[in-house]
Each structure stands twice: as structure tokens, then as C-alpha cells.
């Protein structure tokens, strides 16, 4: 048997650096480097995006992450003896306050030595700290590589850094730390010498030194004047003196002692009182149990945690801090075995393969858990659950935390105990006042706890919805107060056909509705017949009342409380619909169906269809890519996006993913020249599935990311992107401008193409905020080199505003509507919003013009290729008299060759007009002279500028650049703005040729 005390090694090497670590070294750089040195360290170690976690004291990263981050830290500060100062200055933060607190519980450094094991847990599970000797004031520790990462001598003197201090928590100076034996320079462990002063030697050399100094304060006074003090006399003084002094000290050592206990009892009371009046703050029962979770993690740092309630006879999960499902079960099982035990004081298991009933916890894969720390969560002898905090490793808990937890528990009971009691005040304003069943609200909550409960537990759940036949004719010939009165004897013959565990609802007028917890469509079939038999006998005017059923059932994770009442209600209508009087089973195979209870035909063949919606250039108004959407018809009435969402909560969403990507690829390549679009989230893009259906070569796809929230790694979701891009696809991340999700993923994706949301874009011709947010978007990829397409188009006066606000790609209904490969667009559509054409160039009108640059020639030429992203910029002035171009700088003419204006019509339009034009080189009605000029210079766009701009243009520069994607106004008017500081340059080199 595998013992907790012996993870794996790849366990341990994964829990080579605790948080608390982490955020010593951030903490510490920022404080000798400020926030500068904490940015240019992140940068260096490539750690910037989880600087978050990195400050997070109960996460854990592997030996290389702390490596990394040690010699980022050295290099910024230049300091080669980083990791030991920062270890030295561990308690001038304020870091693993929980830590600190049980370390100074053990009251004198000999017993925290003793404990070295346990405390050495908080910092690293990669390596173990021994105590090989032991004597007052003195101990040998040994550092034991137990994953086979090594040693490195940043953890040497981290770990020095670190025992230096330890006497400094008990009030005493620092430690004096050697270490004889490195495993850096090739010994087989770490030795440390550890020696320090102890309060009654310390004490005792402070009396010492009083005495000496009196003494020879007294001597020197007899030497000086023999007359004034007798040799008896001095003798007197100076015994006098000394046993004053050693007085003074002991009673000096019991103030500080006293002092010291005093102030620790000041900030326990104080945290106490602190805690429990945060927790007696919130009235409402899942804010208390946040906050209940909250405090045990500052009390009990560097932990799991996991708070179990008593439900009925057993203790039931309420939340976790991420621990497994199989750990969870067995430590509901445990809890509820050891419910007496725990009642009667914290109990602490420092190995749980040792532990009946724990056993599984010290191998399990995903997280193997060595130590438990649980108490019980009790108040006026009422058990309401047990609060568990857990550890990698055995012999993990010092004896502080269990009396931490245990504190936190006691505090935790009281909370919860009054925000039962509101809970139970606001069930009875949730009863319905004519029945006393659960009204609506209180139904709802009961559906949503259950479904809840089944998505933990497994199993299953059904709604039955009853509706009273004819029920208005007997309010109107007997009156409502009859009415009123069959309404509550249907309430009790309801009541008395289910189970006292069922909840029974009026949600209104004569409808009723029941749950029942783990039943399926037959067992809740046979209730609603029942209902309705007892409903029969009683008698409106001699006659039975009847009433419709309606019945849905669902199992497992995928049941969602709200879709399975509205089936329920559907089988009732058509129940209704099909005379009355009867009960109706929803069909999950009939119109309304739950997609999770399809995924199997949905991920068969041809249970995905793909179609395509075009995508344009605004600018051109050429097609340059296709979307592939995914329609599923076996749920015509279901949206797409809700069909994905009902998949990955049932587990398979991302094989659902991958299907409609194989539909979509099955479809063939689109035209020569045009892309297509694909949709994943990024867990798909992380899953092997998906990537067997991506081809090799992906130089044709653009990856596009619709996950709000990532379900994997930050790690994993880069090797994925940086993948994509090696195999030469694009990125695009989907739905920006919908919300938060969308912004961290710009930065985390750092995409090719940004997919503004529907919601922003619809309505943005007349709301100056969405014009402002759009603006920030197409500002964003124009300075990282991305493109903006905007969705959900439906109106020609939004995507004119968005064309003016720098959007240079579009899709929606407006343009072209999805349909089966390859659809065409709406060339009338895209001929009112594209730019105008003119000899063969496309003219953006520019934003308001700022006047021009200063500066000298190169000067502008640099600034002009940062604003347009141009790699080949040429002048040319234009010679009225001849009616040609003179070179002035051309990449393929040297200066003075001369063009007739007439071979460059584009050019030409430029000069008389006196505005900006692009051309690009998909744009079919383009110049052919310009297209042939992109070509010879490799690159796929130029902007023409005239110099200056307006009419009167004196010559043109051209910008070429390496992206398709164009320029919008904003650029543009800079563009303009730095060529008409070159009319001087322009003349004078002019004059010269």
C-alpha cells in the first residue's frame, strides 16, 4: 500500500513552491525595486500571466516555476543572494498570518524544530527538512530531495534565509544558520547548523552585563575618592546591586512573557471578534457559507478545504476549494461516521492510508490528499456539519491549526444557525396564503437545490404540472368562495399523495406543480395518476373534478430545473389539447426535446450540418472568408449555442465541438483566396478530438475562440494557440465588446482577428457608447496588427458607422445569410457601404485633418511606417510642365526616374482629388499597375497619400504593407497629417531632379 507520506514524485515535484513563496519573492522585489522591478520580472520569467496565482497563497507551482521566478528576481535586482535576503525578510510582510500565528503557538523555537516536519510542508513538498540532532539552542536539520528535481542553491538560501527568523518569532535575536553540506555542490543532502540565544541566556548576559557595568561604576568610584566610599561599603553596594538587578530580570522576563501572552490573546480576540462580526453581518445562508470558507483558509493557510451540512442523518457536500469527487464522497462518508468524535473536539489525521475509511485519499490521481484537519460545526448540541481542511502529505497540521479550525468552526455554527433561522422566516413568506403550499419562489428554489443535489449525487428528478379542468365555470355559478375552498381540499389531496420529502406548489390560480426527488417518467407517471384518482372523489355539483397532468423527468449533471418545467408544462398543454382528464408524459424524442438526452444522434453522422455565412472586406466589398455554423436537425428549435451549452454540461462538449468541425471540413476548401472560419472553445482546442479533425495545414482556417471562461490551463491554452499558428492558421476571438470574459481573452490570445458581439454592433449608428467601445476595439488592432470584424450586421446604416470607425471586415443577414457552401453576398449592399472606387483605388474619407507634422524627412518617413505598419514607403513628386512622376525615393527606381502620370491612373486620381486612397490586393476592380507594384514588393496593401492633402497635391507617397487588412479613417488622417509635413522635402528634392 502506497502511504500518504510517500506521494509520487511527480506529486510532489508539482508542490515544489507554495504560495507563500511566491508572493514573498513579488513582495520582496517590489519593496527593494518598487512595481517597475515586479513588471520587468514577470516580463523576463514569462510569468506575467499569473502574476494573480503567483500572489495567491494556497496555490502551488512546480520546482521550474520557482527557479525561474528566483533568477528573474536576481537579475532585476541585481543581488546574487536574492533568495537568502528575501527569506531573512519574511516577517516584515504580511504573509501566512494562519502559519505565523501556529509557529508562535508552539511557544519556544525547540518546539517548532521539533514540528520541522510539518512546518517545512507549507513552503514545499519537493524537498523534506529532518531534525537529525537536537539540544537546547542547537539543531541539525537535513534537506532531502524526495522528487528527483535536485538541489539549486536558491533553495539553500531561501531555506537559510527562512531558519534565521524562526527565533525572531519567539521575540529572540536571529539565528546564527551554517551549512556544512550543500546538495548544489554535490553532497547527497543539505545540512543546516542552526544555533540561537534562548530568553534565559539572553537574559542572563543582559543581567551580566548590568552587573559588570555597576561594578565598575563602584570600583572606579572608590579609586577616584577612597574617602568617600569604605572598601565594606562598596562590597555592600555592589552585592546589593547585583541581587537588584537579578530581580529586576526576573521580574523584567515574567512582563515580557506576560506582555507577549497578553498581546497574542489581544490579536486572537481581535481576529475573533473580527470574524464572527463579518460573518454575523450576512443574513443569508450562501454568503455566510462563502465567508465560513474564507476565514478557515486564512486560519488553516496552504489547504484544501471542503464544508460538509448535515442533511437528515448524513453530512452532504455544500462546497469544496476544487478536491475530487471520489476524495469528496469518502469524506462525507468519514464525517458522518465520525460525527461523535468530531462533536466532541477537532480531531486531526495526520495519515490518511492508515485511516479507515480515508484510505483512498493518499493515491488518488487528480489529488492526493495525506492530512486531515476537521471540526465539527456545533451550536446549542446541534451538529450542522464539519468544516475539513486537507494537505499533500502526512504530518502536515501543528497543533494551532486544529485549535484555529476549530475556533473558526465554533464561530462558523453560530452564523450559519441564524441564517437558518431567516431561511426558515422567509420559507413561510414563500407559502402560498390560501393552501399553505410552496409558492412559485419557493418552488423554484426547491427545483434548483435538487437539480443541484442530482448533479453531485447522480440520479434523477421529475416535475409533475397539474392544471384543474374547467375550474372557471365553478368560480362563476358557485362563487369564489367555494372556489377558494375545492382549491384547498386539492391542496390536501395532493398533499396526501406524495411523500413527505416531495414538495408540493400552487403556482397560481388553479395550477399546481409537484417534485420529486429521484424519481423517473414512470414513478412520477404513477404519482400524477394518483393526484388526479384522489382529486376524482372530490365532487363539484355531484360531479367528480378532474384535471391535466403534465410529466418530465431528468437524470444526472445535464438536468436543468427551468427546461424541465417548461417540458412539463408542454405535456400538460397537450394534455389539454388532447380532451383533458389524462396525464401526458413528455417524449424526448417529440417536439421540445432535451438536447443533452440527443447527443448521441447529434454526434452521429449527419447529426451536424454545417452552413456558411459569408465574410467581406467593407473596404473593397469583396468576399475574403466564410464562417461555418453548425445546425443540428434532430433541435430545429433549438439555437445553436444552446445545444453546445446543454453538451458540455453533460461532459461532452468538446466531442460535440469536434463533430461540427468535421462537418465543417467535410464541406471541401472554400473558393481559391477565401478562409474559413471555425468555431472552438478554447477546452476544444485543448482536447485530442479536436485536433485529429484539424488538418496539417491550416494556412486556410482562422481559429475562432468562443469560450467566455477557459476550463483548462493558461499553459495548455498557449501550446494549443502558438500550435495553431506554426501550422499557419489565424486566431480570432469571438463575441468582444459582450462582456469582461472577451477583454481577457484580447490579451490572452493575443488574436489575428477580433469578432465584435451582435450586441454591440446592432443600434451603433445612432449610441455614441457603442461607437466609442467599437472605436477602442478597431484602436486595439490597429496598434497590435489585427483586424475588427463586426457580426450580426442587419442594417446598412450600422455598418456604414462601424466602416467609419476603422471596421474594415462584416457579416450579418444585412450582407449575406448562411446557407449550404458557397453562398454569394449582396453586391448592392456592399456597393453602398464599400469605399468609393476611382481609377482603380479606393478613397476612405479620412477623419477631421490635424494639421501637419513636424519634423525632418526621416523623422516622418519612421513615424509614417509605425502608423500605417508599411515595410516600403516611396515619394513622388509630380511635375506639372511634363506631366510626369519624379521619383524622390523609390525601392525599384533610383531618385529622378520619371513615370508618365498616365501609367498610373491611381496615382493620378490621388494628386486631383487631393485624398487618400488604398489599394488591396484582393480587391478584383483594383489598379492593375499598383496590384503589379504590390506584387514586385511581396506585400498585399498600399495606402496613397497625397502631399500635401486637399486639392493642389503636389505628389503622392505610397506606403505598402505586408497585412491585407487596409486602413481605417483614424489611420488615414494620421497618414495625412505627416505627409504634409513634407512639402518642403518634396520641392527642393523635386527642384534638384
Known sequence: MTRAGELSAADRRARACSGLTSRLILSY?????????????????????????????????????????????????????VAEHAGEAILDFSLGDGLKRAIQALGTPDMLFRNVVRANSKFNWAHRLDLVQSSPGRVR??????????????????????????????????????????????????????????????????????VGAVAGLTVAGAVAVPVLLPAAAATALAGGAALALRRASLASHRMRALE??????????????????????ELRLDEVLEKVMAHARLAVGGTELVLLLR?????????????????????????????????????????????????????DPQLPIGSVCAASLTYRDEQLGTLIALAAGATVFLPHDSTALGSYAAQAAIAISNARLVERLERQAGEDALTGLANQRAFHQA???????????????????????????????????FGDEILRSV????????????????????????????????????????????????????????CSAGVAAGRGAAVDPEQLLRRADRALYTAKARGRNRTVVHDPRGPGRDPAEALDELLSDGGVVPIFQPVVSVATGSLVAYEALARFPALPEHPAQEVFDAARRAGAGARLEAAALRAALAAGPPPPGILLNVNLSLSALCDDEAWAALPEDLSHLVVEVTEEEALVSETEVERALCLVRERGGRVAVDDAGAGSAGLRQLVQVRPEVVKLDRSLVRGIASDPARQALAASFAGFAEQTGSTVCAEGIEDIDDLRALTALGVLFAQGFLIARPGPPWPGVDGSVLEAAAAPLHAGVRVIEPAPFSGPSRGGARDILERMAAVTGAVETEMWAHDALSGELVAVQAQRSGPGARLPLAARPAQAHVL??????????????????????????????????????????????????????GWGPDAIARAESLAAGLVGDLAGSAAQA
Not at 260 to 281: C, P
Not at 462 to 470: M, Q, S, W
Request: net charge negative; with cysteine; glycine share 10%.
Open 141 to 210: 536539520l537535513r534537506y532531502v530531495d524526495l522528487s528527483g528535481v535536485g538541489y539549486h542553491r536558491y533553495d539553500c538560501e531561501y531555506t537559510a534565509g527562512l531558519l534565521r527568523t524562526v527565533p525572531q518569532l519567539f521575540g529572540l535575536p536571529p539565528a546564527q544558520v551554517h551549512h556544512p553540506r550543500c546538495g548544489a555542490r554535490g553532497a547527497q543532502a543539505c545540512e543546516f547548523d542552526v544555533t540561537w540565544v534562548s530568553r534565559p541566556l539572553a537574559q542572563r548576559t543582559a543581567v551580566g552585563a548590568l
Open 447 to 481: 427545483c434548483v437545490g435538487e437539480a443541484s443535489r442530482v448533479g453531485r449525487h447522480g440520479g434523477g428528478m421529475a416535475i409533475v404540472a397539474l392544471d384543474l379542468d374547467h375550474f372557471k365555470p365553478i368560480n362563476d355559478v358557485y362563487g369564489h368562495p
Open 912 to 965: 486631383r482629388v487631393g485624398d487618400a486612397g488604398q489599394v488591396l490586393d484582393y480587391d478584383d476592380q483594383a489598379c492593375p499597375a499598383e496590384l503589379a507594384e504590390l506584387a514586385a514588393a511581396g506585400c498585399r496593401a498600399a495606402l496613397l497619400v497625397p502631399i500635401p492633402p486637399g486639392p493642389g497635391a503636389r505628389g503622392v507617397l505610397i506606403c505598402r504593407a505586408l497585412s491585407a487588412r
Open 491 to 546: 391542496a390536501e389531496a395532493v398533499r396526501e399523495s406524495v411523500r413527505p420529502h416531495d414538495t408540493v406548489s400552487r403556482l397560481g390560480g388553479e395550477e399546481f406543480a409537484v417534485l420529486l426527488p429521484g424519481a423517473d417518467a414512470s414513478a412520477a407517471r404513477a404519482v400524477a395518476d394518483r393526484m388526479r384518482a384522489a382529486m376524482g372523489a372530490i365532487l363539484v355539483g355531484g360531479r367528480p373534478l378532474s
Open 29 to 81: 522585489v517590489e519593496r527593494e525595486g518598487g512595481g517597475h522591478a515586479v513588471e520587468q520580472m514577470l516580463a523576463r520569467s514569462g510569468l506575467g500571466p499569473q502574476e494573480a496565482r503567483l500572489r495567491d497563497e494556497n496555490a502551488w507551482f512546480d520546482f521550474d516555476t520557482k527557479m525561474t521566478l528566483w533568477a528573474a528576481a536576481e537579475e532585476v535586482l541585481g543581488d546574487p543572494r
Open 260 to 281: 507577549r501572552e497578553v498581546h497574542q490573546q489581544k490579536e486572537a480576540s481581535t481576529r475573533m471578534a473580527s470574524s464572527l462580526g463579518d460573518l454575523s453581518a
Open 311 to 363: 442533511d437528515r442523518q448524513a453530512m452532504d457536500l455544500d462546497r469544496h476549494t476544487g478536491v475530487p469527487a471520489e476524495t469528496l464522497a469518502a469524506l462525507e462518508r468519514w464525517a458522518s461516521d465520525q460525527a461523535d468524535a468530531l462533536r466532541a473536539a477537532p480531531v486531526v489525521v495526520d495519515d490518511t492510508a492508515s485511516a479507515p475509511g480515508l484510505e483512498s485519499l493518499a493515491t
